[in-house]
């Protein structure tokens, strides 16, 4: 599981890894174990015939180095990857509101020094030093996660009329617009994914917004490549029960962002993931330990 392939600095949130760190976790993946695509996974699952060591590759969110870094290596090395993509705003240059909050209080600016959320978050937040406001981008964030998408919207608007910052899109951070999407999938062994269609915490949500989130990011994704999608990422990983049965009604597959091996008989729409691996060390001790016997 991976979000983002670039140098970035800061990384509050560990969404990124180097791209040069990025091509050894390749290198050693299709040197070492067995590269699948994550709908041929469903399917060895589903007929109880997972290969041994066998790793498929994912990207949530959609920024633009999935096109401009990830790509080019995975096709260097000819892994398949599914790339889970929100649909929202796919006509519009944009970052995602994680890295829009990140950007304003880790700024290295002047700001006053607090902030007054009563309206959004019901709280007034302390800014007047370093370490205030790294608190504050975590308890904000947090906070975040859980509101819907007018509420985020909200949210990132105060912050950045608050901030007096220019926020417009960075093309280092922005997310994938339709037709780079369209030119991601174009490209041989990528599969597009569903993710949303305004990143929600979907169990904090009412039954019918789940609903929509999933089938109006399908139905969006069907639309712009002209072909059936049949795999969803749960934003930030949450899920529950509910939210497991509505992806069986649209999918085929959706996958988690609990830490596990992925077994024959893999209940489908709760299907783990490795997140958070750094170095390439890293990764083959933890691939090597979701092994039953690492060295089949």
């Not at 607090?114 to 406001?133: K, P």
């Not at 901030?163 to 037709?179: F, T």
């Not at 024959?264 to 890293?282: C, I």
Request: with cysteine.
């Amino acid at each position: 599981m991976y979000h983002r392939i670039a140098v970035a600095s800061p990384d509050t949130h560990r969404l990124s890894i180097p791209p040069s760190t990025f091509r050894e976790h390749m290198r050693e993946l299709r040197s070492r174990y067995a590269p699948i695509s994550l709908l041929d996974l469903k399917d060895a699952i589903r007929t109880d015939a997972v290969p041994p060591r066998a790793v498929a590759v994912t990207f949530d969110d959609g920024s633009v180095d999935a096109l401009t870094a990830a790509s080019p290596v995975l096709t260097e090395f000819g892994i398949p990857a599914t790339f889970f993509i929100s649909t929202g705003r796919l006509v519009d240059k944009h970052e995602f509101w994680w890295d829009h909050l990140e950007r304003v209080f880790l700024s290295m600016r002047c700001l006053p020094p607090e902030i007054d959320l009563s309206d959004e978050l019901g709280e007034v937040y302390r800014t007047d030093n370093w370490f205030a406001r790294q608190a504050t981008l975590r308890l904000v964030s947090d906070r975040a996660t859980v509101l819907g998408a007018s509420e985020i919207q909200r949210l990132c608007a105060r912050v950045a009329d608050w901030s007096g910052l220019d926020l417009a899109p960075r093309e280092s951070h922005r997310a994938l617009l339709a037709d780079e999407v369209r030119q991601l999938a174009s490209r041989d062994g990528h599969d597009i994914g569903a993710h949303g269609v305004h990143h929600l915490s979907l169990p904090a949500h009412s039954t019918e917004s789940q609903r929509d989130e999933l089938l109006e990011s399908k139905k969006t994704l069907e639309r712009l490549l002209g072909r059936t999608v049949n795999a969803f990422a749960y934003p930030f990983g949450h899920n529950s029960v509910e939210t497991q049965h509505l992806a069986a009604r649209y999918f085929a597959v959706a996958v988690t962002a609990s830490p596990g091996a992925v077994k024959s008989g893999e209940d489908l729409f709760a299907v783990p993931r490795l997140d958070g691996v750094r170095t390439t060390n890293d990764l083959t001790k933890a691939l090597d330990a979701a092994f039953v016997d690492p060295s089949l």
